[in-house]
């Protein structure tokens, strides 16, 4: 063997180089604690330790009127004064009318300064002295912290909205203000208040039930395991149970469907639909719609039927997906590391991953303070000009412009690497596609490595090299990197192309025509379509380089031809096969899922006691079912691809024996003759 696509391998050296330089330059420009923590409008940190406002967490607007979304607070943008605070108020009070108490008790002016810039400020000021001089806010009303900002305490009270239980109040500047105007400048944030209740909630039921997650991943697994080693000696009979345990358990679920459907149409209000109820931030209220749990039975009725009739219009050829899964069986038998590389193949995509995440949060928060000139009305000709709020005042854009304010706004900088913040986003983006395709491809190419050393090997197993995935690895590192690179580089770009479309049709989705629109779907089903076709390729392509050590561009046209030249055995392998492994994935998720399901509803309470006190059962059930179906995919995924590289050496098998003494077949002659109609001439083993 020799190296190949050596000039791709260079690149991609080059470009992780590249990587790690970015990541240290943002390393040392970037500080997350700016995504941690709000910025009052000097640009200082609310909440950080060893600051002025250490015990000041919470950031308040002195104006909320002048926000028109939450996205402006959130981005802190909004044209008002901004400081933190160790609390929200709590209750309707206005500069003038603590005017009067002030006047008799010196302590009355204690809770409203707290929300001033300076707790010392005399009270004495007239309030269009305080508005000039932007000390203190002309009026507070109840609020909530949330995101660490203070934002309106919003609820509902017969129907009408109120704020702190009023539906007017006075905004300091002699006006009546009503909640609605006050919930047009901070739009949806009563929906977002329960949804961080909801988000409470959620957290709530993980720390209550997490152990049991555990658990029932750890079996999961442990049942992958299991079906994986029976599928060597009865795969036939294992076969039957997939598809008659994926019966059961949809048909246990449309009767569980069918149960709570009767059961609610004795309740009031069970006429109700989920269009009357609208968008709920909680889901268990959907649970409590007779709709919703008749729209779950025609789904699972519907997936029953479609399995059924899969399985009559398949049963020709269930015989050859069973003599793969042996022989696959047989094959993951004399090479059992296989199913420990998923492990490694999720540490290595944890590490990307995470790694991606560091960088795309330190190139967010590099940058110096950069502070704008605004105005609440937004007349002013300085509008948007950077400005030094040390030396505002002292300025001519302060005099030219009554009542402007020199606010925080972001963190920047005119530097060249400032300038290119969002160029490095990019990088970072494609680098992290083209790294994650590169683990799978080299998780595949290193078990197909395995597999085609297994399938060789005329005498079984004693022809087999020992540890053979650990030697077909160092092979694909030590000569087939830039290869690797190279089919990853192609899925990497297409789905850049992808993203990038996706980014396009929601930034101009409301000025696009209905051209515009199709020509849109069309491209994106055109890319993803392109994306499939080129994993398939791919996946053959790596099978290939393993056997034969060729380069990318001529392992993936002999793979294409040779699928040809054997196109009804490939429909035969992803049909037949396919819909076998993923019958035993939902299986082993179908199995978790109930046990889960009737551990945390308490239904076996008598065998097992299971948490008590969820808020929403369905939060972990959903989470193990998901864990378990992830599980079972990355053992199974294994299992997939010992079959795809039996299947291709038995391909060229074929065309490069004759089944003769001097060129005896490779391949069990079993199953030979179920894949090849020809007859074949029994082997003479070597001794």
């Known amino acids: 063997r020799g190296c190949t696509d050596v000039l791709c391998c260079m ?3 080059l470009f992780i180089t590249g990587y790690i330089i970015l990541g240290l330059i943002a390393w040392v420009h970037g500080d997350p604690r700016r995504v941690a923590y709000p910025t009052d409008s000097k640009g200082h940190f609310c909440g950080q330790k060893g600051t002025p406002n250490e015990n000041k967490s919470i950031l308040f607007y002195f104006n909320l009127l002048s926000c028109t979304s939450p996205s402006v607070m959130i981005n802190l943008q909004c044209p008002t004064t901004q400081i933190c605070v160790s609390k929200c108020p709590e209750k309707f009070l206005t500069y003038l009318e603590m005017q009067l108490p002030f006047k008799r008790d010196k302590h009355s002016w204690e809770y409203y300064s707290q929300f001033c810039k300076s707790p010392i400020f005399h009270s004495a000021k007239s309030l269009s002295e305080i508005v000039m001089d932007d000390e203190c806010p002309a ?17 509902t009270k017969n129907g009408t909205l109120t704020v702190g239980n009023k539906t007017t109040f006075e905004d300091g500047k002699g006006q009546i203000r009503n909640a609605v105007e006050l919930r047009a400048a901070a739009k949806n944030i009563n929906k977002v208040l329960d949804a961080k209740a909801f988000g409470v909630k959620v957290f709530e039921d993980y720390a209550t039930s997490w152990y049991w997650i555990l658990i029932g991943l750890t079996i999961a697994m442990l049942l992958s395991w299991l079906f994986l080693l029976l599928l ?22 449309i009767w569980h469907c069918y149960q709570q459907y009767r059961n609610l149409q004795e309740r ?12 709920q931030t909680d889901i268990s209220m959907y649970l409590q719609l007779k709709q919703t749990w008749f729209a779950f039975m025609v789904i699972l009725s519907i997936l029953e039927v479609l399995v059924i009739l899969l399985l009559i219009f398949l049963r020709d050829r269930i015989r050859i997906s069973i003599a793969l899964l042996k022989e696959g069986s047989k094959a993951i038998g004399y090479v059992p590391t296989t199913l420990i590389y998923p492990v490694f193949t999720f540490f290595l995509l944890s590490i990307c991953i995470c790694y991606w995440a560091v960088i795309a949060v330190y190139l967010a928060t590099s940058g110096t303070p950069i502070y704008k000139v605004i105005t609440p009305e937004g007349k002013c000709k300085y509008e948007n000009r950077t400005c030094d709020p040390d030396i505002f005042n002292t300025t001519e854009m302060s005099r030219a412009c009554p009542g402007a304010q020199c606010n925080f706004a972001f963190y920047g900088g005119n530097s060249l690497y400032y300038q290119y913040i969002s160029t490095f986003q990019i990088f970072n ?8 395709n590169f683990v799978i491809a080299l998780g595949q190419c290193a078990l197909a490595g395995a597999f085609a050393s297994y399938y060789w090997a005329l005498r079984k197993p004693d022809d087999i090299p020992p540890y053979p995935l650990f030697t077909a690895f160092g092979r694909a590192i030590r000569y087939h990197t830039g290869s690797l690179a190279f089919g990853s580089l192609l899925l990497a770009l297409i789905q ?5 479309l996706e980014y396009l049709d929601k930034r101009i989705k409301d000025n696009q025509n209905n051209i515009a629109k199709f020509l849109q779907h069309c491209l994106k089903c055109c890319f993803w379509c392109l994306e499939k076709v080129v994993k398939f390729l791919n996946r053959n392509a790596y099978v290939m380089i393993a056997i034969y050590g060729k380069n990318f561009c001529r392992s993936a046209k002999d793979a294409f031809d040779l699928l040809i030249r054997n196109i009804l055995k490939v429909a035969v392998l992803d049909k037949v096969t396919d819909f076998v492994l993923v019958l035993g994935k939902i299986l082993v998720s179908g199995c978790i899922g109930v046990l889960a399901f009737l551990l945390f509803t308490q239904r076996i309470s008598i065998i097992i006691e299971g948490p008590t006190s969820l808020n929403y059962y369905w939060v972990p059930l959903l989470t193990v079912i998901a864990g378990s179906y992830l599980v079972a995919h990355g053992f199974f995924s294994v299992y997939a691809m010992c079959i795809d590289t ?12 004759d089944g003769s003494t001097e060129k005896p077949y490779f391949i069990a002659p079993a199953l030979h003759g179920i894949l090849n109609k020809r007859h074949l001439v029994p082997q003479k083993q070597k001794e």
């Open 496 to 500: 850049m192309f992808r993203i990038a």
């Open 429 to 436: 983006l494609f680098i992290f596609l083209w790294l994650i």
């Open 139 to 155: 009026a507070i009303f109840p609020s909530k912290p949330f995101l660490r900002r203070c934002f309106p305490d919003f609820s």
């Open 232 to 253: 060597r000696f009865i795969a036939g009979f294992l076969f039957w149970i997939f598809v008659l345990g994926v019966l059961g358990i949809i048909g246990y679920g």
């Open 268 to 279: 009031p209000n069970s006429h109700l639909t989920i269009y009357d109820l609208g968008i």
């Open 11 to 13: 690149v991609f050296i």
């Open 646 to 657: 039996i299947f291709i050496c038995f391909c060229e098998d074929l065309e490069r024996n």
